[in-house]
């Protein structure tokens, strides 16, 4: 099994798709990443050999932020536009939609599911 940015890769999967269980690889960066180290993309997790996988290694650490350094780079500008009061940082404190999406009707994960009462009598008409 090929552990690689500390995520252990699927055995069964080809290469191409099992890079992309590693947080901030999609399937075009994988297919970059395997293009610049001349890789087939068809071999299988399982029949990688020790000097493609560190080579698959190089080639992250040295172009790539992925794993716990994005995501931690990713709460950091959160945080940041929290502190400064954009409109996005109001937004995500809130935990509204950031990106323009309405509220009215939809957005029911952000806001939590629709909250009903039930058997609530209505005031008698006097």
Known sequence: MARIAGVDLPKDKRIEIGLTYIYGIGISRSRSILNQI????????????????????????????????????????????????AYRGRRHRLGLPVRGQRTRTNARTKRGGKKTIAGKKKAPRK
Not at 56 to 74: P, S, W
């Open 38 to 85: 001349d890789l087939n993309s068809d071999i299988q997790v399982k029949n990688l050999n020790d000097e493609q996988v560190i080579a698959i290694r190089n080639a992250l650490n040295d172009q790539h932020e992925v794993e716990g350094d994005l995501r931690r780079l990713e709460n950091l500008n959160i945080k940041r536009l929290m502190e400064i009061g």
